[in-house]
Nanobody
Framework: QVQLVESGGDLVQPGGSLRLSCATS????????MGWYRQAPGKERESVAY???????DYADYVKGRFTISRDNAKSVVYLQMNSLQPDDTAVYYC??????????????????WGKGTRVTVSS
C-alpha cells in the first residue's frame, strides 16, 4: 500500500509561514529520498525541494533561504517549513519520491502515485 497524504496548506498573507506535512507508508519512505512539488494554476508541476534518505537536501532557487525540508524517519513523515511566503508560492503542494527516484520508478516500476496535495494560497 502506498500512502502520500499531504496536509497543512492554508490561506496566508505575504510574509507569513506554513508548515506542510506528508504522511507516507514505510515502504515508500524507508528506501527513497522524498521531495515536495507544487503546481500553480495553469502551470506545470515543478520540484520545490528534496531530501535523501541520508538527510542531504536540495532546493529550487526560488525557495532557497525561505523553505526547509526535513524528514522524521521514525514517523515516516516529510515536512516543508515555508517562511516569507509570497503570492508566487500559491499552488497545490504534493509530496512524492525525490526527482531521481520518481523518474526511475515511473519508467521502470510503473509508479503512478500522487496524493491529493494540499493547497497553499498566499494573498493580501
Amino acid at each position: 500500500q502506498v500512502q502520500l497524504v499531504e496536509s497543512g496548506g492554508d490561506l496566508v498573507q505575504p510574509g507569513g509561514s506554513l508548515r506542510l506535512s506528508c504522511a507516507t507508508s514505510g515502504s515508500v519512505f524507508s528506501d527513497n529520498g522524498m521531495g515536495w512539488y507544487r503546481q500553480a494554476p495553469g502551470k506545470e508541476r515543478e520540484s520545490v525541494a528534496y531530501i535523501t534518505n541520508d538527510g542531504s537536501t536540495d532546493y529550487a532557487d526560488y525557495v532557497k533561504g525561505r523553505f526547509t525540508i526535513s524528514r522524521d524517519n521514525a514517523k515516516s513523515v516529510v515536512y516543508l517549513q515555508m517562511n516569507s511566503l509570497q503570492p508566487d508560492d500559491t499552488a497545490v503542494y504534493y509530496c512524492n519520491l525525490d526527482p531521481t527516484a520518481l523518474r526511475y520508478h515511473v519508467q521502470y516500476r510503473a509508479w503512478n502515485y500522487w496524493g491529493k496535495g494540499t493547497r497553499v494560497t498566499v494573498s493580501s
